[in-house]
């Protein structure tokens, strides 16, 4: 049986150490009394709640999966799951970042992605259902009338109802343009639609008495294309004006999906029958509208692999340090044991440094992301703003895909430290292979998420993104690029910067000239990117690090964080080299290819 210890030292490392988030608050009014000892005290808490209440029902809910009664259309979750998120919704912890006009805590973003983190770990299936409801929330607090924000907003705070996003259409996937679902209007103001959806994420469920659906769907007058689709909110039960719920709605879950992993989760095809809803902010601009919540979704689907992440690689290293096979190829170790623990092999290293590193450089790049979301949304100053969420557009294709790649593949070498016992139902490796290998799917594809980082928002603003992110590995080099210690940090990011402009500009003038150029480099030239971004992050942690030993602390967090900054740049951050080549091989070798794809 696997188990499950929240990583509360390396995020106080990242909080605290790292980003200085205190400082940073102390900027925002909203969050400026909120200080280091209440951040860990909440955190610490989140990790009982994920670890002693959530974790326990990972197995058992994956054993068991949803069901689904045709008749009635009501959706059963497995045992244990709906009293686990009464439990949630007791602790207040649905509404930790929320604004508190609608009853939120208010607390900064970043403490609720690492709350995410550890739920993520303990359980991504049960985790996705308050997920979605967040993503809802933000996108009704940005585009909802004063009338939606009253009626929907106090409850999806509270989690007392939660919500979804229905975007998916059988023969409509990423290309949202090509949906079908219909919203007539009504002569009250509200809209009657019509339409099937698919692979829609809790979209049915017993946790609470009323879903919130937000519904991707075309008016009549619709232009064709993206340009002509509107957001509507459809609740399961319509809600009368003082909050109370009225009749039943006809939108119905005609069918669960059959999947290779997150089986706790309901994966629902969604009938509207002519189910009544309205309109969210203006006439064919839903995407605007719904991007709001499929931007959050794409940080939380980051989130949910670094969850994943960490938790195979702690019961990877604990079986490494336990299981005896062979000896150590440059001696015995364990003399008085028949055979050493398989973690002096250097090839059991690699894997479980890999998903260390991973882990740990996902999670630098997740709360930094956060902290930008924080500064975007509650700082003073319009041009910080500005810039923060200029680079949070950036990284959000990076968050996405780069950390669920990066998590399949810590997930899967997790597995193989198991050896045959990982192929094995019990030790719960293989669950987690299986949950893991969505995160690389929905929420737009990374082969999608690798054409938005190149094609818009690196080569449609001219680079001007990438500079600003630029500007950062700069500064750091700038500020260490004599300090010997560092050099094995900075010298490779100071290199990778330099090539990434002419890199970036080679392939933007070969798309010029063929756009299939941009597609066929494009996925490479995300995880490059994605290696600057880490390189940075551990270049910075490395950076605390020696401080921190200088001043003569020998606590070993330290020295383990240096170890592995070493490892990712020694074994993982070469990758650069192979994919910028791979990239500039440029488009005919995928495209004339008609006689070998016959």
Not at 287 to 314: D, K, P, W, Y
Request: net charge negative; with cysteine.
């Amino acid at each position: 049986m696997p188990s499950y210890q929240p990583p509360l030292r390396d995020m106080q490392f990242l909080l605290h150490e790292v980003f200085e988030v205190t400082q940073e608050f102390q900027a925002m009014p909203r969050h400026a009394e909120v200080d280091a000892d209440t951040i860990n005290a909440v955190l610490e808490e989140a990790g009982k709640f994920a670890a002693d209440v959530v974790f326990p029902l990972n197995i058992s809910g994956d054993e068991q999966g949803c069901t689904l009664d045709r008749d009635t259309h009501a959706v059963t979750t497995p045992e244990g799951f709906k009293q686990a998120y009464a439990q949630y919704v007791e602790g207040g912890w649905a509404a930790l970042s929320c604004d508190p006009e609608y009853g939120g805590q208010g607390l900064p973003f970043v403490v609720n992605q690492c709350l995410y983190e550890m739920l993520n770990s303990a359980n991504q299936a049960w985790t996705m259902y308050p997920g979605l409801s967040h993503g809802a929330y933000e996108a009704l607090h940005t585009h909802g009338t004063e009338a939606q924000k009253q009626l929907y907003l106090p409850k999806l705070t509270s989690g007392e109802w939660t919500g979804t996003m229905c975007l998916t259409e059988a023969h409509c996937g990423t290309d949202l343009g090509l949906l079908r679902t219909k919203a007539e209007p009504l002569p009250d103001g509200s809209y009657k639609l019509t339409g099937n959806k698919i692979f829609i994420s809790a979209g049915e469920h017993d946790f609470t008495e009323n879903i919130v659906h937000l519904v991707l769907a075309r008016l009549p007058d619709a232009p064709a294309g993206s340009k002509g689709i509107s957001l509507f909110v459809v609740p399961k039960f319509l809600v009368n004006a003082d909050g109370s719920l009225g009749e039943r709605n006809p939108i119905f879950c005609g069918g669960l999906e059959h999947k290779m992993g997150i089986h706790g989760n309901a994966t629902a095809q969604l009938n509207l029958d002519g189910a009544v809803g309205t309109l969210v902010g203006q006439p064919h601009k839903g995407l605007a509208a719904m991007f709001v919540m499929m931007n959050a979704a794409r940080l939380g689907v980051g989130n949910q692999s670094l969850g994943l992440t960490e938790v195979a690689f702690q019961n990877a290293l604990a079986y490494a340090k336990d299981r005896l096979q062979m000896r150590s190829l440059s001696g015995t170790k364990a003399k008085d044991k028949p055979a050493d623990p398989i973690i002096v092999h250097p090839d059991v290293r690699r894997m479980l440094l890999t998903a260390k590193a991973y882990a740990e450089g996902g999670r630098a790049l997740s709360t930094f992301c956060a902290v930008l979301i924080d500064k975007e949304l509650h700082h003073p100053d319009e041009k910080v703003r500005k810039d923060s969420a200029e680079l949070v557009a950036l990284l959000t294709p990076v968050v996405k895909a780069f950390l669920t790649d990066n998590g399949w593949t810590a997930t899967t070498l997790s597995q193989q430290v198991y050896g045959g016992h990982g192929y094995i139902k019990e030790w719960g490796m293989e669950q987690f292979v299986r949950d893991a290998r969505i995160n690389m799917i929905y929420e737009g594809t990374n082969g999608v998420q690798a054409l938005d980082l190149l094609g818009r928002k690196v080569l449609g603003n001219q680079g001007a993104s990438l500079k600003k992110f630029g500007k950062l590995v700069a500064r750091l080099v700038e500020e260490e690029g004599v300090n010997e210690k560092m050099a094995e940090f900075i010298n490779p990011i100071a290199l990778l910067g330099e090539q990434m402009t002419k890199f970036t500009t080679e392939i933007g003038f070969k798309g010029m000239q063929n756009p299939d150029e941009v597609g066929a480099a494009s996925v490479d030239y995300l995880r490059v990117a994605g290696h600057l971004v880490f390189g940075y992050l551990f270049a910075r942690m490395a950076q605390v690090a020696l401080r921190a030993i200088a001043a003569g602390n020998s606590d070993p967090f330290y020295l383990a964080k240096l170890q592995t900054a070493r490892f990712y740049f020694a074994k993982l951050f070469p990758e650069t080299a192979t994919l910028m080549r791979t990239a500039r091989a440029g488009s005919r070798v995928l495209m004339d290819s008609d006689a070998a794809l016959a």
